[in-house]
């Protein structure tokens, strides 16, 4: 029999690519946790099957244990001293067990990770998963590509290399240090402040070694901005007319500060009338033509000149990447290496109808090497590798191919060429000139025509020569402040200063973004919101090293050294924890002097809101404050309560809940197949019966997005036994998509429906019912709850007239009849029966035995690359 191959990529588009290339078109494909494509074929001279699957990303991320997850519970200081341990980033796609599995009797694994340090420290998650070690009798390679093309692909084949375990650690580095240091300062400052203020727009207020000196570059600017004085100038500015051409001539002072000062020199030259040509000069310029694209280039021109944020400028080209159109689109090179096929990709370009032509032109005369850049040692430059049109890409990443390809071409394209003119003139002793531009080549501006010169035509002079001014004007200005920071400025920043790589810069302005501390306005120019800004100068204020490049760019340094095998990973990642343990201690102590900033610019909790609901402790009704994150605040008792977020909040008839005597609310969730569930504030952040998540399948950290933070029980998830809202009374049978519970939607009339209180199952019951409620009665065939309908007088489908009908909307025959259902399959009576839910309080069904105020779930932010 065969030997085995097990080659692992990195998402399945590339190992669809990798097996189609070496198998020539020739192989079965099966469905696993993502596919695996087998072949026969011949590896180092033997011949084998190989199996191609594929890894989606990171298989691991890093997490606290269990019993540092409650915010309540575990002080943020201790941890930093914490143990952490790697949990499946996907633990619904099963990657670690199809990995094992496809494993099995293979004796090579070869690694076909994206080669940066990401797709390193992936290859070693992979051989951990598959059982593999290096350097032990079943064998570990590594393929190291900058592209999916056949010629890479081939190549990469022959030179197999061993994975480089220096650079994966160096990943494990900092997503400990990313994971400790994040996380503790967020839950300090969330608790803190969220806890004091109702107008605090932010989920979370969280810290990043990356991200918060990146908010910081662009508060800084605002700084600049806001404290800026303009000040008055004056210029003078003469005109001339020469052989029907009018101009303005340049003053070599530019301009003065004295308005008096420039009014005697306006004065002067007009008393004098005549310009005098004192010189003329001609000069050859040359505008070079560009080196080859890195990521961060390519990022910086995507805002300015595409209007394409980061984010989304670097999934467009991981698309590219993926579809085999661009080269690997995260390198810090820009230099090609001497071997880099030139011919080759201009041939593979040559037909495209919108440059096909320049590259004839190009390949007939002859292009040129590129300029010599940065050899980062990593990638090649971004460069095309195979044509594509618009019809195939779409508009938006048409656009960016087409500027990847523009930029190769101007790479080896002739500089630009252009003679450059300057005509001096004197008058009343003080100095002009005027300068005239004159493209004699254009170049690689041809291909790139944004970049090329200005031509400005000039009369001819002659030196000696003297001209009557026909008017001398005094211009007044003002001095302006700089504008925000662009996009584009803020990645130069980062990029000079070591803040993020080029495969996380594009993540830390986007987490900026998406926390509130900035926002995106027109021309993509980032204006920092006042928390932003509060944050910072808080900072500022308390240790200005939190918000400062310096010490993110040391632990990059320290970083590096691991990933050349230079530096202990452990060593380093216990100095930077415990310079930030203290520097996290600190700031604790001093945590006043930020308060006072948020005091000036936020409202307390006690002046913000609308009273909504009675709290059932104190029977004062509490305050709904709506800002993000929404929550009920009682102000006799000092508690904040969360409630489901993104959702219309609303008092449910005044009801009151049996288990504490909070008045209900109702929550509905936007979009016409949104659910309206109802729920006890009280009971939704301290659910009072263990296990809710064990038995139905919520998340209490609110993972999915629908409930939001602080989610725990709403009435559609409590197992009351007597509760008219609970799920015992208001289920109704199981659901036909998951285990779920079909409950009544007591408020949907006269839509009325059933919801799932798991997934997003619908079913649209009789429409047009005055009502429609449970009963206690279970039907014999298949055990779901009974319901009864009083239909419509003028509607009914009963016969003589009859409106109430009872029976199980499953075996009932016209029930049944009268049902539909939305995202899910066929609903018939084979979906079961509702399973028998069984819930024990803490201290038995009433009791809420020892419960103490709210439960600060972590949410779980992904703090690696910050």
């Not at 690694?111 to 059982?131: A, K, S």
């Not at 303005?248 to 005549?274: C, H, P, T, Y």
């Not at 252009?418 to 008058?427: A, G, M, N, P, Q």
């Not at 084979?830 to 035995?849: A, C, I, N, Q, V």
Request: aromatic share 10%; charged share 20%; with cysteine.
């Amino acid at each position: 029999m065969a030997p085995k191959v097990l080659m692992v990529a990195e998402k399945p588009s590339i190992a669809l690519s990798i097996a189609s290339v070496l198998s020539g078109g020739r192989m079965s494909t099966r469905r696993g946790s993502t596919e695996v494509h087998e072949f026969d074929g011949t590896f180092q001279g033997f011949h084998v099957h190989y199996k191609v699957t594929s890894v989606i990303g990171h298989v691991f991320s890093v997490e606290f244990p269990a019993n540092f997850q409650d915010w309540t519970v575990t002080d943020p200081l201790d941890l930093f001293e914490a143990p952490i341990h790697k949990v499946e980033s996907n633990p619904k796609a099963h990657i670690g067990r199809h990995l094992s599995q496809e494993a099995q009797g293979c004796s090579h694994l070869v690694l076909w990770l994206d080669c940066d340090r990401e797709g390193e420290n992936i290859c070693f998650e992979v051989i951990e998963c598959t059982g593999f070690r290096v350097n032990n009798s079943r064998r570990v390679y590594r393929a190291r590509f900058s592209s999916v093309t056949e010629k890479d692909i081939t190549k990469a084949m022959s030179n197999l290399v061993e994975p480089n375990k220096h650079e994966a650690l160096a990943v494990d580095a900092r997503q400990e240090i990313d994971l400790k240091v994040g996380v503790a300062f967020t839950r300090f400052q969330t608790n803190y402040f969220q806890g004091k203020y109702g107008n605090l727009d932010s989920r979370v207020i969280s810290y990043g070694p990356c991200q918060t000196p990146t908010l910081g570059f662009c508060v800084q600017r605002y700084l600049q901005i806001t404290t800026f004085k303009p000040e008055k100038f004056w210029a003078v500015q003469p005109y001339i007319i020469q052989k029907g051409y009018e101009l303005k001539l340049e003053w070599e002072r530019n301009k003065l500060f004295d308005s008096d000062v420039a009014g005697m020199f306006q004065k002067l030259i007009m008393e004098d009338g005549i310009v005098e040509v004192t010189g003329i000069s001609e000069k050859q310029e040359c505008k070079t033509r560009p080196s080859g694209l890195n990521t961060v280039n390519l990022l910086k021109v995507a805002s300015s000149a595409l209007g394409f944020g980061p984010q989304l400028a670097m999934q467009l080209a991981e698309r590219l990447y993926t579809q085999g159109f661009i080269s690997y689109p995260r390198t810090e090179s820009t230099s090609y290496p001497s071997s880099f096929d030139f011919r080759g990709t201009l041939e593979a370009l040559v037909k495209n109808p919108a440059w096909g032509s320049y590259i004839q032109t190009l390949l007939a005369d002859g292009y040129l090497k590129p300029r010599s850049g940065t050899d980062a040692g990593d990638h090649p430059p971004i460069t095309p590798m195979c044509s594509a049109t618009e019809d195939m890409l779409g508009t938006d990443a048409w656009r960016l191919y087409q500027y990847v390809c523009q930029h190769f071409l101007g790479t080896i394209s002739p500089d630009c060429k252009y003679l450059r003119t300057k005509i001096e003139f004197s008058v009343a002793e003080e100095i002009f000139h005027c300068i005239g531009q004159c493209v004699t080549i254009k170049g690689f501006t041809s291909i790139m025509p944004w970049l090329g010169v200005n031509e400005t035509n000039l009369p001819q002079f002659t030196k000696g020569e003297k001209i009557e001014i026909s008017k001398v004007d005094l211009y007044e200005g003002k001095t302006v402040p700089p504008d925000y920071l662009s996009e584009s400025e803020l990645i130069s920043l980062m990029e000079k200063h070591g803040i993020g790589t080029d495969a996380s810069i594009s993540v830390h302005i986007n987490n900026i973004c998406e926390r509130n501390y900035v926002q995106v306005q027109a021309g993509r120019k980032l204006v920092p919101t006042p928390l932003g800004i509060s944050l910072i100068r808080g900072y500022q204020c308390i240790d200005p090293d939190l918000c400062l490049p310096d010490i993110r760019s040391f632990i990059e340094q320290q970083i590096t050294l691991v990933a050349n095998g230079q530096a202990n990973h452990s060593l380093v990642v216990q100095h930077v924890i415990q310079q930030f343990k203290r520097k996290f201690s600190y700031f604790v102590k001093q945590i006043d002097e930020m308060d006072a900033l948020f005091e000036a610019q936020f409202s307390p909790l006690s002046d913000s809101g609308r009273l909504l609901s009675k709290c059932g402790k104190c029977l004062r009704y509490m305050k709904f404050i709506s800002s993000q994150p929404s929550r009920l605040y009682c102000g006799t008792c000092e508690e904040v309560y969360y409630v489901p977020q993104n959702g219309a909040i609303k008092l449910y008839k005044e009801l009151a809940c049996p288990l504490d005597n909070f008045e209900l609310l109702i929550c509905s969730l936007p979009g016409p197949q949104g659910k309206t569930f109802s729920f006890c504030p009280y009971c939704y952040n301290s659910p009072p019966f263990e296990g809710i998540d064990t038995l139905f399948g919520a998340s209490k950290a609110g993972g999915s997005g629908k409930l939001g933070k602080g989610a725990g029980m709403p009435c559609f998830l409590c197992p009351h036994p007597t509760c008219q809202h609970s799920v015992i009374a208001q289920g109704v049978c199981g659901c036909p998509e998951c285990n779920g519970t079909l409950v009544l939607d007591p408020v949907s009339a006269p839509k009325w429906r059933l919801y799932c209180n798991t997934c997003n199952c619908l079913v649209f019951l009789p429409e047009g019912a005055h009502r429609i409620s449970t009963t206690k009665e279970r039907c014999s065939e298949c055990d779901s709850i009974i319901i009864e309908v009083d239909f419509n007088k003028k509607t009914t489908p009963l016969k003589d007239g009859a409106t109430l009908h009872i029976g199980c909307i499953l075996c009932d025959e016209l029930l049944h009849s009268l049902v539909e259902m939305k995202h899910g399959k066929y609903f018939s009576k084979r979906m079961g029966g509702r399973g028998r839910m069984r819930g024990k309080g803490r201290s038995g069904y009433g009791g809420r035995g020892g419960r103490g105020g709210r439960k600060l779930e972590d949410p779980k932010m992904s703090f690696r690359g910050f």
